[in-house]
């Protein structure tokens, strides 16, 4: 019986003895047995929290349940970034280990050391966290950090080849569309029309950076000072056009009295973080980069994350995430944000005249 309780508590996704196995031999100073815990966040790789014997912690991120899209949960390239980014003024967690033998959990994994702090998901947490003028100060180092991690340079830490630098923009709204192509689950056609006017309207990209992909205050852990202990969830990182990063942080920073907030109760309509237009002139002042043409970048962002909601939709719907209370209403909410998304990317499209 014993046994079999144990068992229950070990979360989906989770090959105790395998895992177990791997990190005896693989994880100096892990003492057996292991607990595990799945870590709640966003719908993309998943995370579990990892304690052993002995109290140590880590987490390990491996890809979602059954087959999806591959190349958007590529487990060896998001470790190698991490590695990469060690000792940088890029505040990264540390590096375990890498596991590609999917023998042992049914599917590639990479181990973490654990960084505790608060990650501010939502209004309730940055206000519980934190007082108004600590949010501001966390408002400013959301950009500084972002600064910090286009300024380093690719081929000095070893990912010179980690993609191509040029036609960033182009390469990404085709492969986008492709996504939206392979899991729509319903007929938006604004979202193929905003692609068509965005490959037509394509900015000039200057010098290619290191690019998060998907940077926003949620995917940071904070100390609780509130300075950034961690960026994570680098799986859409590549190199490219680093306005793409700024235009996705403004999609995601909403503001108090916005009709749409791709995070619902976003943490940034709380008092005392900044205005979208306070963090853009930050970033021009500390970057020195030009962004005029930011509308275009908010327009990329808006269309982008509505194919990677839809996504999730059909990864949800499909059970890549295991049991999920409340999934119809919650997919329900999903597919009107998606639209809306859409519509978002359209008008910041138009106001480029």
Known sequence: ???EEATATVPEGIDSAGVERWFEANVEGAELPLAFE???GGRSNLTYGVADAAGNRWALRRPPLGRGLASAHDMGREHRIISALQ???VPVPPVAGMCDDESVNGAPFYVMGFVSGPVLRDRTEAERHFDEGERREIGDRVVDTLVAIHEVDPDEVGLGELGKREDYVARQLHRWHGQWEKSKTDEVPLVDE???RLVARIPEQGPATIVHGDYRLDNMILTEKGEVAAVVDWELCTLGDPLADVGMLMVYWSQEGDELMPLFEAPTTAAGFQSREELRDRYAERS?????ELDFYIALGSWKLAVILQGIIARVSAGQYGDDEGKDEGLKQFARIVKRLA???DEAERRLG
């Open 38 to 40: 799945r870590i709640a």
């Open 343 to 345: 519509e978002a990317a």
């Open 194 to 196: 905003v692609h068509e």
């Open 1 to 3: 019986m014993a046994d």
């Open 87 to 89: 000792g940088t003024s």
């Open 288 to 292: 020195g980069r030009d962004l005029s």
